[in-house]
């Protein structure tokens, strides 16, 4: 595998692989990781914000020895004087052995992997794709459930333009899922991916209210409404709030072993007060984010056989 676009691009089996790689990397020690990718420089390259996946894919390379290369600011680097993103993407590839890549348009990683001869993972290309987040996710609910296989999961809130809901239902297509789409009408799924999920045989059902399927689901996945997503303004203020969950209307009104997920950031659509029960997921599934990135760039990089060499000795 040379780069990682799409949950499109890949099977069943190279998932699982780098979700085995990840629990792998999570059992050993920090100080032993550190040689994994000593000697290798990550480029960062970030035209839209971002806390969590910046700053998890610094980390994570870090940890494995490697440097870190970041874009600076658009407004101190030369884009500012008019240089094109493939000038941009041409220059990084020079300067490093992988670039990571987040971008408003959608197909920007595609692109970049086009123009580079350097390994590319998409940190999140508009509301198109958000691979890496997508196997953190499928980390959290293999860790927690003990398989990804005939899950009941309900994805809530701005389907339409959320990419990690794009990505990740995309990848549950392998795993036998029954889905609920719980969305107002101007936020549901895109009809392509219905589409996509009717031509694999996949079960699922569309919803406006998620307590017409609470009792039934093993996963809840909240998205926030993405305020910088929508063309019209208007269209945000008719639905922005509809959905918050609070203790009040999830506690002993679900399946006791329900977990909530949330790529975050959050705004106001899971209440704090659920932060401290037994079903909020969603800073774990953060943290997850470490081992995961960890394996993906170790996998991009050409350094799984030599990891799984080396615990042999151990
Ligand atoms: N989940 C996620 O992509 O978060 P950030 O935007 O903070 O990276």
Do not use: W
């Not at 996963?219 to 008719?238: A, L």
Request: glycine share 4%; aromatic share 8%.
């Amino acid at each position: 595998m040379e780069s990682i676009i799409s949950m499109n691009d890949m099977s069943k089996e190279e998932i699982l692989n780098i979700l085995e790689l990840a629990r792998k990397i999570d059992e050993t020690p920090d100080d032993e990781k550190l040689k994994f990718l000593y000697g290798k420089i990550i480029a960062t390259l970030f035209f839209e914000p971002s806390t969590r996946t910046k700053m998890s894919f610094e980390s994570a390379a870090q940890r494995l020895g490697a440097q870190v290369l970041q874009l600076p600011p658009v407004e101190q680097s030369s884009l500012k004087k008019g240089e094109s993103f493939r000038d941009t993407i041409k220059m990084v590839e020079a300067y490093s052995d992988l670039i990571v890549v987040r971008h408003p348009l959608d197909g920007a990683a595609r692109l970049a992997d086009e123009t580079s001869k350097k390994a590319i993972i998409n940190a999140g290309d508009g509301s198109n794709q958000h691979p890496s987040q997508t196997l953190l996710d499928l980390y959290t609910i293999l860790e927690e459930k003990g398989s990804l296989e005939n899950l009941e999961i309900a994805f809530v809130g701005d389907l339409k333009y959320g990419r990690t809901v794009h990505s990740l239902v995309k990848a549950l297509t392998h795993f036998n899922p029954k889905i609920y789409f719980i969305a107002p009408q101007i936020l549901q799924m895109p009809q392509y991916l219905l589409d996509e999920l009717n031509k694999n045989n996949i079960k699922y059902e569309v919803l406006e209210d998620f307590r017409d399927c609470l009792d039934k689901i093993d996963v809840f996945y909240m998205t926030r409404i993405q305020k910088e997503r929508f063309p019209d303004i208007e269209d945000y203020e008719q639905v922005k709030g509809i959905y918050v969950i609070n203790k009040e209307n999830i506690l002993g009104k679900c399946k006791d072993d329900m977990i909530i997920l949330h790529p975050l950031p959050r705004v106001d659509e899971i209440s704090t007060d659920l932060d401290d029960t037994k079903h909020a997921l969603y800073f774990k599934q953060a943290r997850n984010g470490i081992p995961v990135r960890q394996a993906m760039m170790m996998t991009v990089l050409g350094k799984v056989k030599e990891f799984f060499l080396e615990n042999l000795f151990y």
